[in-house]
């Protein structure tokens, strides 16, 4: 039998208050959702669980269950306050803590993210919505349509700025899929993300929110846009570039880079501090906001490495993949030169020859390709491997998905030119590698 | 003053908190206090979660941005992300769950079959992550004191929190070396019924973590929480005793505290005090002192409050040197951060006139039976403070004692700290998973449990042939079981014995920081020794620096010195060498000889060794031939 079934024959679920005996002493507590399905797991009246293992209680009785606690958070938004948006896709930033039963659980409700952080409620006045509620490690192509038109459609409305809380593990797709799907972006949109979830006392989520509120009530920058930590100190937030950040740490709260980029702007709120480091930042302009968000769906993104083999790349030609970004080793390079990797060549140049868009970047990640500097990469340019020049693998994935998805036939004309900073023609000095 | 403590209705239980060296808790780095400058410097605001708050206005939100900024300092080479909040924790440290398991089944007490780490919540900044991590382990056990059963309650698992370095108005400074450390808190019911028993208790438990082997030492190492009743007084939780010699004294002058108190509530009853008697006005005086010779009040803003009736007993003495009036002072230091107040049962003094007190006198309208309060400060500060003295008096007018957590003094005082939390706010730690504990291993631990040291005393005797003298000092010692796994290698034990005791005591007076000496350093050094690494007579030399820099691996400690020791003992065959072919002319000038074989041994070992080593080598063998 396992915990469910033991309890359902007690007519126990969790909340229920029970006394249990187990190896001959007796336990009281209140049942909480156990974890594994060979033990029950009571908190005690000292505030900690512990777990009995159904095999040793000889007996378990049930006196009723524990009243919900339920607070009702009372608060009063002050009017006149510029209005910020705030939408939810889900992720790390939208857990919250119940401790009657001990669980981290997910909420997307205005109250709760003013919770978080009462000092927004002097900057801005916040609507809240909730859009999804999925772990960013779980976005696909059709919730991109759905925050892409959100957003659109926020932007006909007279709100200072957007907020997306998002899971930081695709947050930069994200970024980057908005910046190509929402043309002319009226206002300032920040993605905002979480590394350490807000179930904690010591979250970033506040900090993170707090400067994008800060920001946002105070910029004339309009674009797509992410916030977050600049260093693992609170204070000091960046605002990064929709199309050049990526992820490069799992857990540290400064994880989000520019790569091949600088910051547009450093924000703390606690010192009443924005600073611009890009002086031509994106700002809001006549043109027409305009909604492109069809997304190829068969398009891949592949890493080479020592070793390759053709049949890999054959499979995108025989599942007829519209598009294949390589994140190649170094300058651009592909396994593809010496006799036993001529296959991996001809099998690119056949996927190339069937119709599908091969892009080159690299997994160095910081950088440029080059498609002259080395035979091995003007071999490959050859055969029509386009080199995407510093951008990024993740948004060179997400740029040509949307090449294709909005104008298939000129897809590869798009591709190449710079729609959304995702490309720089320069390297200047100050591109650091970190 | 002696007391009939059964008479009293003395109750009192321990929580007794035990640093391990096992490593931390929940990473790979070591647990080592440092007071080397830190090269890890940063910074967090701390705040409620969400859940916690039930309402938010404008003085929420006041509080909210008074809040401390919290500075955390930390140490590249042993503190990492995870103490700072950076990594998610890694699994539970085995030897400190082995170790825990250790101490629980010694005492009897019942082992959960599935343990949860849980996260309680603390925004005080000690800890990065706003929780503390901490595990119930087991539950009903009990310790024999003097024949008296006492009752165990609960045994836990848990970490350490950081260390304050600096303490400002706007923020705190802690250091992240201590945050992580295994802490066992092991909690007592409240069986204790005398002072004395009570230091007895403290002192068991201290023996019982000290038998694992693996309780850390040095100052703060362990540390003991008191709870104190009696009868219609009120249980009182004394923090942070660190000294187990005060224990006893301890409880006797918090018995004294209560006991004054009830006397205190007694008279207020008599004068026919009633609670809304203290609701009074709270006046600025600040005019009074423009000219003040008292450099608390002169040209500040100053008020006060008239407390009815309460003349004399303000001052009156609770606690060694601690009046009444000391009693408010330090509830408004911890409610206020203020430094203290002026009483009128004190003054004149401090500067204050006879003439300044006759002016308060009048402005506040007091008789001769009123006592006063002055507080100088921030306008806003005063008058919070002035509300908490208020609240007080009449709470000792209700209760006459108040249930509280208080601080305990290097005096064996204490003094208001907070009042006792609620239940604490607990759920759990979704980074780890449940720890399943299993039958079979437990009862492992169970036939190897550390020896009691009456076991140990008839062991070192009998079998080993210790001297009692030795023997006695042993059974005590934190390197016990590591002597007796020795012993059963085959080493000698009256050998390892003295390396332990006496050797350690002499490193200890030439500086080492011998506290720092684990069994496991113990065992690389003697795996050293065995693998000719090192000889013999140079292990305590190694113990000496190691100690003072116990993140060095000792492979690099050895070669750091310089006398890797199969030089050392190569050198002492070429040195012997060279003494035996000079014999007839060390015959001759004795200890003299030294300079004149001095320039042929460093001829041979130049660059292998250094010439102090030599010098030393050379004397010995000298000593030697002239013994001969």
Same mark, same amino acid.
């Given at each position: 039998?396992?915990?469910d079934?033991?309890?359902?024959?007690?007519?126990?679920?969790s909340?229920?208050k029970?006394?249990?005996?187990?190896?001959?002493?007796?336990f009281?507590?209140?049942?909480i959702?156990?974890?594994?399905?060979?033990?029950?797991q009571?908190k005690?009246?000292?505030?900690?669980?512990a777990?009995f293992?159904?095999s040793?209680?000889?007996?378990?009785?049930?006196?009723?269950?524990?009243?919900?606690?339920?607070?009702?958070?009372?608060?009063?938004?002050?009017?006149?306050?510029p209005?910020i948006?705030?939408?939810?896709?889900g992720?790390?930033?939208?857990?919250?803590?119940?401790?009657?039963l001990?669980?981290?659980?997910?909420?997307?409700?205005?109250?709760?993210?003013?919770?978080?952080?009462p000092?927004?409620?002097?900057?801005?006045?916040?609507?809240?919505?909730?859009?999804?509620?999925?772990?960013s490690?779980?976005?696909?192509?059709?919730?991109?349509?759905?925050?892409s038109?959100?957003?659109?459609?926020?932007m006909?409305?007279k709100?200072?700025?957007?907020?997306?809380?998002?899971?930081?593990?695709?947050?930069a797709?994200s970024?980057?899929?908005?910046?190509?799907?929402?043309?002319?972006?009226?206002?300032?949109?920040?993605?905002?993300?979480?590394?350490?979830?807000p179930d904690r006392?010591?979250?970033?989520?506040a900090?993170n929110?707090?400067?994008?509120?800060?920001?946002?009530?105070?910029?004339d920058?309009?674009?797509?846009?992410?916030?977050?930590?600049?260093?693992?100190s609170?204070?000091?937030a960046v605002?990064?570039?929709?199309?050049?950040?990526?992820?490069?740490?799992?857990?540290r709260?400064?994880?989000?880079?520019?790569?091949n980029?600088?910051?547009i702007?450093?924000?703390?709120?606690?010192?009443n501090?924005?600073e611009?480091l890009?002086?031509?930042?994106?700002?809001?302009s006549n043109?027409?906001?305009?909604?492109?968000?069809k997304?190829?769906e068969?398009?891949?993104?592949?890493?080479l490495?020592?070793?390759?083999?053709?049949?890999?790349?054959?499979?995108?030609?025989k599942q007829?993949?519209?598009g294949?970004?390589?994140?190649?080793?170094?300058?651009?390079?592909?396994?593809?030169?010496?006799?036993?990797?001529?296959?991996n060549?001809e099998?690119?140049?056949?996927?190339?020859?069937?119709?599908?868009?091969v892009?080159?970047?690299?997994?160095?990640i910081?950088?440029?390709?080059y498609?002259?500097?080395?035979?091995?990469?003007?071999?490959?340019?050859?055969?029509?491997?386009?080199?995407?020049?510093?951008?990024?693998?993740?948004?060179a994935?997400?740029?040509?998905?949307?090449?294709?998805?909005?104008?298939?036939?000129?897809?590869?004309?798009?591709?190449?030119?710079?729609?959304?900073g995702e490309?720089?023609?320069?390297t200047?000095?100050?591109?650091?590698?970190? | 003053?002696?007391?009939?403590?059964?008479?009293?209705?003395l109750?009192?239980?321990l929580?007794?908190?035990q640093?391990?060296d096992?490593?931390?808790?929940?990473?790979?780095?070591?647990c080592?206090?440092?007071?080397?400058?830190?090269n890890i410097?940063?910074?967090r605001?701390?705040r409620?979660?969400?859940?916690?708050?039930?309402?938010?206005d404008?003085?929420?939100?006041?509080?909210?941005? =008074?809040?401390k900024?919290?500075?955390?300092?930390?140490?590249?080479?042993?503190?990492?992300?995870?103490?700072?909040?950076?990594?998610?924790?890694?699994?539970?440290?085995?030897?400190a769950?082995?170790?825990?398991?250790?101490?629980?089944?010694?005492?009897?007490?019942?082992?959960?079959?599935?343990l949860?780490?849980?996260?309680?919540?603390?925004?005080?900044?000690?800890?990065?992550?706003?929780?503390?991590?901490?595990?119930?382990?087991?539950?009903?056990?009990?310790?024999?004191?003097?024949?008296?059963?006492?009752?165990?309650e609960?045994?836990?698992?848990?970490e350490?929190?950081?260390r304050?370095?600096?303490k400002?108005p706007e923020?705190?400074?802690y250091?992240l070396?201590?945050?992580?450390?295994?802490?066992i808190?092991f909690?007592?019911?409240?069986?204790?019924?005398?002072p004395?028993?009570? =230091?007895?208790?403290?002192?068991?438990?201290?023996?019982?973590?000290?038998r694992?082997?693996?309780?850390?030492r040095?100052?703060g190492?362990?540390?003991?929480?008191?709870?104190?009743?009696?009868?219609?007084?009120?249980?009182?939780?004394?923090?942070?005793?660190?000294d187990?010699?005060?224990?006893?004294?301890?409880?006797?002058?918090?018995?004294?505290?209560?006991?004054?108190l009830?006397?205190?509530?007694?008279?207020?009853i008599?004068k026919k005090?009633?609670?809304?008697?203290?609701?009074s006005?709270?006046i600025?005086?600040?005019?009074?002192?423009?000219?003040?010779?008292?450099?608390?009040?002169k040209?500040k803003?100053?008020?006060?409050? =008239?407390?009815?009736?309460l003349k004399?007993?303000?001052?009156?003495?609770?606690?060694?040197?601690?009046?009444?009036g000391?009693?408010?002072?330090s509830v408004?230091?911890?409610?206020t951060?203020?430094k203290?107040?002026?009483?009128?049962?004190?003054?004149?003094?401090?500067g204050?006139?006879?003439?300044e007190v006759?002016?308060?006198?009048?402005?506040?309208e007091?008789?001769?039976?009123?006592?006063?309060?002055?507080?100088?400060?921030?306008?806003?500060?005063?008058?919070?403070?002035?509300?908490?003295?208020?609240?007080?008096?009449?709470?000792?007018?209700d209760?006459?004692?108040v249930?509280?957590?208080?601080?305990?003094?290097e005096?064996? $005082?204490?003094?208001?700290?907070?009042?006792?939390?609620?239940?604490?706010?607990?759920?759990?730690e979704?980074?780890?998973?449940?720890?399943?504990?299993?039958e =079979?291993?437990?009862?492992e631990?169970?036939?190897?449990?550390?020896?009691?040291?009456k076991?140990?005393?008839?062991?070192?005797?009998?079998?080993?042939?210790l001297?009692?003298?030795?023997?006695?000092q042993m059974?005590?010692?934190?390197?016990?079981?590591?002597f007796?796994k020795?012993?059963?290698?085959?080493? $000698?034990?009256?050998?390892?014995?003295s390396?332990?005791?006496?050797?350690?005591?002499?490193?200890?007076?030439?500086g080492?920081?011998?506290?720092n000496?684990?069994?496991?350093?113990?065992?690389?050094?003697f795996?050293?020794?065995?693998? $000719?690494?090192?000889?013999?007579?140079?292990?305590?030399?190694f113990?000496?620096?190691?100690?003072?820099?116990?993140?060095?691996?000792?492979?690099?400690?050895?070669?750091k010195?310089?006398?890797?020791?199969?030089d050392?003992?190569?050198?002492?065959?070429?040195?012997?060498?060279?003494?035996?072919?000079?014999?007839?002319?060390?015959?001759? $000038?004795?200890?003299?000889?030294?300079?004149?074989?001095?320039?042929e041994?460093m001829?041979?070992?130049?660059?292998?060794?250094?010439?102090k080593?030599?010098?030393?080598?050379?004397?010995k063998?000298?000593?030697?031939?002239m013994?001969?």
């Amino acid at each position: 039998m396992d915990a469910d079934s033991f309890l359902k024959k007690h007519k126990l679920s969790s909340g229920s208050k029970v006394e249990l005996i187990s190896k001959g002493e007796t336990f009281s507590g209140v049942l909480i959702p156990s974890l594994s399905p060979e033990t029950v797991q009571l908190k005690l009246s000292s505030g900690y669980n512990a777990g009995f293992k159904l095999s040793e209680i000889t007996s378990i009785k049930g006196f009723g269950e524990i009243k919900k606690e339920k607070t009702e958070l009372k608060i009063i938004q002050k009017k006149g306050l510029p209005k910020i948006l705030v939408l939810h896709t889900g992720g790390t930033i939208a857990s919250k803590v119940d401790y009657s039963l001990g669980g981290v659980t997910a909420s997307f409700a205005p109250e709760d993210l003013i919770a978080l952080v009462p000092e927004i409620t002097e900057l801005a006045e916040i609507e809240a919505k909730q859009i999804s509620n999925i772990m960013s490690e779980d976005m696909t192509f059709n919730y991109y349509k759905k925050i892409s038109k959100e957003l659109f459609e926020a932007m006909q409305k007279k709100y200072k700025g957007i907020i997306v809380a998002h899971g930081t593990d695709t947050l930069a797709y994200s970024s980057a899929a908005m910046s190509f799907a929402v043309e002319n972006a009226g206002m300032p949109v920040l993605f905002v993300g979480s590394q350490r979830s807000p179930d904690r006392p010591s979250t970033d989520a506040a900090e993170n929110l707090l400067n994008a509120v800060y920001f946002i009530s105070k910029t004339d920058f309009a674009g797509i846009a992410i916030c977050m930590h600049e260093t693992i100190s609170d204070g000091n937030a960046v605002i990064l570039s929709g199309t050049k950040t990526r992820k490069m740490h799992t857990s540290r709260r400064d994880a989000f880079k520019p790569i091949n980029d600088i910051p547009i702007a450093r924000v703390n709120y606690h010192k009443n501090l924005i600073e611009y480091l890009k002086n031509n930042y994106s700002k809001k302009s006549n043109k027409k906001t305009e909604l492109k968000n069809k997304f190829e769906e068969k398009i891949a993104l592949m890493k080479l490495r020592p070793n390759l083999l053709p049949e890999e790349i054959d499979f995108y030609r025989k599942q007829k993949y519209k598009g294949l970004i390589l994140e190649g080793t170094g300058m651009g390079h592909a396994p593809s030169n010496v006799k036993e990797n001529l296959s991996n060549y001809e099998a690119l140049k056949k996927l190339i020859n069937s119709g599908t868009i091969v892009v080159m970047t690299s997994q160095c990640i910081y950088g440029r390709v080059y498609s002259e500097v080395y035979t091995n990469l003007r071999r490959l340019a050859e055969i029509g491997v386009i080199f995407a020049e510093d951008m990024l693998p993740e948004t060179a994935f997400i740029k040509l998905s949307w090449c294709l998805g909005n104008n298939p036939k000129k897809a590869k004309e798009i591709f190449l030119q710079n729609i959304a900073g995702e490309f720089n023609e320069r390297t200047p000095y100050e591109f650091k590698v970190e | 003053m002696e007391y009939d403590y059964f008479k009293l209705g003395l109750k009192v239980g321990l929580e007794v908190h035990q640093q391990l060296d096992t490593g931390k808790l929940f990473c790979s780095c070591p647990c080592i206090l440092r007071e080397d400058a830190p090269n890890i410097i940063f910074e967090r605001n701390l705040r409620p979660t969400a859940s916690e708050l039930n309402s938010i206005d404008e003085a929420a939100l006041n509080e909210f941005k =008074k809040r401390k900024k919290f500075i955390y300092q930390g140490y590249a080479d042993s503190t990492c992300l995870v103490e700072a909040d950076c990594e998610p924790p890694h699994e539970i440290n085995k030897l400190a769950l082995k170790t825990v398991f250790e101490v629980a089944l010694m005492v009897n007490a019942k082992i959960f079959s599935e343990l949860i780490p849980m996260r309680k919540i603390v925004i005080d900044g000690s800890n990065t992550s706003g929780f503390q991590r901490t595990t119930l382990i087991a539950q009903n056990g009990e310790i024999i004191v003097n024949g008296k059963k006492i009752r165990v309650e609960a045994i836990v698992l848990e970490e350490d929190a950081s260390r304050i370095i600096e303490k400002h108005p706007e923020k705190i400074i802690y250091r992240l070396d201590r945050l992580g450390i295994p802490l066992i808190e092991f909690t007592t019911a409240p069986d204790i019924n005398s002072p004395e028993e009570a =230091k007895l208790v403290a002192k068991e438990i201290g023996s019982i973590m000290r038998r694992t082997g693996k309780a850390k030492r040095g100052l703060g190492s362990i540390r003991q929480d008191l709870n104190v009743s009696i009868e219609n007084g009120a249980r009182v939780e004394l923090k942070g005793v660190q000294d187990l010699e005060l224990i006893d004294e301890m409880v006797k002058r918090e018995i004294q505290r209560q006991i004054a108190l009830l006397e205190l509530r007694k008279e207020m009853i008599e004068k026919k005090l009633i609670k809304t008697d203290f609701d009074s006005e709270i006046i600025e005086l600040s005019s009074l002192f423009n000219e003040s010779e008292c450099k608390f009040l002169k040209e500040k803003t100053v008020f006060g409050i =008239k407390l009815k009736k309460l003349k004399g007993l303000i001052g009156k003495e609770v606690q060694p040197k601690r009046r009444f009036g000391t009693e408010l002072a330090s509830v408004v230091k911890a409610k206020t951060g203020l430094k203290g107040l002026l009483h009128s049962d004190e003054l004149p003094a401090y500067g204050v006139t006879e003439k300044e007190v006759k002016e308060v006198n009048s402005l506040l309208e007091c008789t001769h039976e009123d006592a006063f309060i002055m507080v100088s400060g921030e306008k806003e500060t005063i008058l919070t403070a002035l509300n908490a003295v208020i609240e007080r008096v009449k709470l000792t007018l209700d209760k006459g004692v108040v249930s509280e957590t208080r601080n305990a003094l290097e005096d064996a $005082n204490s003094e208001y700290l907070r009042s006792i939390s609620s239940s604490a706010r607990m759920y759990p730690e979704t980074d780890l998973l449940p720890i399943n504990v299993e039958e =079979k291993q437990l009862n492992e631990l169970k036939k190897n449990l550390p020896l009691t040291e009456k076991q140990r005393m008839e062991l070192y005797l009998s079998e080993f042939k210790l001297s009692e003298k030795l023997a006695n000092q042993m059974k005590l010692s934190n390197h016990a079981r590591f002597f007796e796994k020795k012993v059963s290698e085959g080493f $000698n034990a009256t050998m390892i014995a003295s390396l332990l005791l006496d050797g350690l005591i002499g490193l200890k007076r030439k500086g080492a920081e011998t506290d720092n000496i684990s069994d496991k350093m113990l065992e690389e050094l003697f795996e050293a020794e065995k693998n $000719n690494l090192i000889s013999k007579d140079v292990m305590l030399d190694f113990l000496l620096e190691w100690s003072k820099n116990p993140l060095l691996p000792l492979n690099e400690l050895i070669s750091k010195q310089g006398l890797n020791s199969m030089d050392s003992i190569e050198a002492e065959k070429i040195i012997k060498k060279i003494v035996e072919e000079k014999k007839d002319l060390i015959k001759q $000038n004795g200890m003299r000889s030294v300079s004149a074989l001095m320039g042929e041994a460093m001829k041979q070992l130049k660059g292998k060794i250094d010439g102090k080593k030599i010098n030393e080598l050379l004397k010995k063998e000298i000593n030697e031939v002239m013994k001969q």
